[in-house]
């Protein structure tokens, strides 16, 4: 736990750990001496009022609160702001939380003891973690509701998951002899000022769209083998001269899935395939560019420092600002969720058409149609899913409200854009998860042997896991069953191997 730029490799390589580490001396030394820095200037009798220091907060920062009720008041901002609501945050979230506060807190621009940091610390590295409802913030001040649930176990109060089960924090630090933080000054606002509920969930929906990207190429050309589709719109050349990386990309995994195929030998009656066969590359390429861009302004949160106000110990300032406003992050998750739903969006429409009954395939993949109804339903649960995820694309950054009595007058819901795209992946998981295994009957449906070789590969790992459906039965084993086989694990499928 250093002061070094963390790219989100590291982030996630951390967060597999059991054990993140101490921290490092650096880290250590900027958080003492800002914290001295801050109270040598309350104790100079003759400075003013500092925001959330020694006043109240929000349109009660005109408040004065005398030096005698400083802790209480920074008690006060952590019991009175966990209002969080909602289904709880999934808990490699909150490991996520805790890792990026801690990261944030250690640059040394918040004026929190070093107790404090190292007992956050503690309570990731013993994988004790808090109960943190997932409703509540408004994307600016920070996700004041949210870090305030993370935090309450440091002054023992809220709740704590303990081998599954959820404790009182006040059960858990008695047991384990760890006395409550007695806050100082700021210190409550340091921690629930900051976008780490955003950021959590944006890195780690990264993580998962990386192998969504990964699925999509893959899923793509092995509906291409089943629906005897033409190779060219996937050449380099047509990609050349466009000069979309993204596209350039998708395409290229295309060729390396399809190469050495023997049905890619075959004559093909139609002259153009479909859009959702035909423009994959420039689909999929477009959502990997989004991708890419959601990478660099993530990875740059993750170094950031996002409470209020800074303190600026070399330059003798302590300034108030807004660098807790989760705009940045609101924007990109947001476009993030389009970005996702796109890939699904697409794998549904090839999902439709394989079950079309057209290139020799019977309709809805099923000997004896009529009396068996095949992948017919499966295919109106993706469309559902898909239908449902362009109700969640409406941006929610789009939108603001007025809180704390016109004080805060303008919000990036940036909470409430991470949240509806963790249920965007959670729908384009699954309706992937329906184009793979349609793709597989499909094939195993072909005359002949001729599917590429690394399709080949998938098909018989796929059919370990889920069997070919000669007549009907119960399915949805079988669509859980896929989406467990290709998300699952931590690997990407690659064309490469």
Known sequence: MDLNW???EDVWRKLLSEHVGELADDAKEAIEKCYGFLQETIANADEGAIYGVNTGFGDLAHTRVDNDSLQTLQRNILVSHACGVGEDVP????RAMLLLKIKSLSKGHSGVQLVTVERLLTHLNEGVLPVVPSQGSLGASGDLAPLSHLVLPLIGEGELVVDGAVVPASTV???KGWDPIELGAKEGLALINGTQLML????MAV??????AAWADALCAWSLEAWNGRPEPFDASIHEVRNHKGAQESAANIRHWIKDSTWQELPREQVQDPYSFRCSPQVHGASRHALGIAREVFENEVNAVTDNPLIFPESGRILSGGNFHGQ??????DQLALAAHEWGSISERRTFKLLSGKHGLPPFLVSNPGLNSGYMIPQYTAASLVSQNKQLCMPASSDTIDSSNGQEDHVSMGAN???KLWRVLDNVEQVLAVECLVAAQACDLKEGDGLAPRL???QDSLRKEVPFVAEDCFMQPLMLGARDWMFGGTASPSPEN
Do not use: E, F
């Open 173 to 175: 630090l008695k047991a």
């Open 207 to 212: 993580q998962r769209m990386d192998k969504i």
């Open 200 to 203: 959590g969930y944006g890195i």
């Open 6 to 8: 963390w790219t989100l």
């Open 417 to 419: 854009a991470a949240l």
């Open 91 to 94: 808990q490699l979230i909150v």
């Open 456 to 458: 080949a590969k998938l």
């Open 328 to 333: 940045p992050l609101a924007l990109q998750l």
